[in-house]
């Protein structure tokens, strides 16, 4: 009598509440559609970057991404324009609605075997469009 | 007949969406976001430079200067490696320095790596200074 009593206890279904599991998931989804940024950086450029041991992880947001890959070709927010004059325009236009020096951050990447000739024109075009540069390297070993 | 396929045919006869596996659903395509999202953090190095338009301002004697020539570093044209030249740097106290006086004049001659030219810009950059570009004329 006793033992199937414990039987029937054992047998009893304990139905666990999942009907707001998928409300629950859904919101995360929405949580996570709101809050990722869709990354602006070219990731299929060739670039080798150059190498020093001040580099530090970057905690601010660019206003712009500038890079030069291993063949001088010259980009704009994963663009490619034709030279520096364009970077100057472009990065001028980015900045205007910009209000504090942290808002003016530029990215910088450059193949780290690219000539003066190729770098400088467009460092400069940054720099008097009112950019604050950003190089992008690696930590030396 | 089972009391499942009761339920089964009861749900059927009432018209009822099934949303059982809606929940797994969703947290398949939680999953995924997570798997398929990098964290991308790049490490920089930040050159202050003379924002705005170009300063024609001539070159002041006592303005340190760096030099970039066919491999080799030349502070105040004395010739020195990235070692010497981090210590010649770390000398001027730049940091204590009014942000005019913290300017260091970076030239560098034509066919320059940029390899060479981030490394003189992250020694600068590290010990404060505030990067000028030389330009010939």
Known sequence: MKASRVNRKKRRHVPVPIASMGDIAFLLIIFFLVCSEVSKDNTNLQVSLPESRHVAKNEDTFAARVAIDESGEIFLDGVRVDGAKDIEWGVRALLTSTVTEEQRYVQFKCDSVISKETFEPVIKAISEAGGRLKAVGELEN | ?137
Do not use: C, W
Request: aromatic content about 6%.
């Open chain 2, 1 to 137: 007949m089972g009391k499942k396929a009761q339920e089964r045919k009861r749900r059927l006869r009432n018209g009822e969406i099934p949303t059982n596996s809606f929940s797994d659903i969703a947290f398949l395509l939680i999953i995924y976001f997570l798997v398929a999202t990098t964290l991308v953090k790049v490490k920089t190095i930040t050159a202050e430079m003379p924002t705005g338009e170009k300063n024609a301002q001539s070159q002041s004697d006592k303005t340190p200067t760096i030099n970039l020539r066919a491999g080799d570093i030349h502070f105040n044209d004395k010739k020195v490696d990235i070692e010497e030249l981090n210590n010649k740097l770390a000398e001027l106290d730049l940091p204590a320095k009014d942000p005019s006086k913290r300017v260091i004049l970076l030239e560098s001659v034509q066919g320059t790596p940029y390899q060479d030219y981030f490394q003189a810009l992250a020694t600068i950059s590290a010990h404060g200074g505030v990067v000028a570009l030389v330009e010939e004329e």
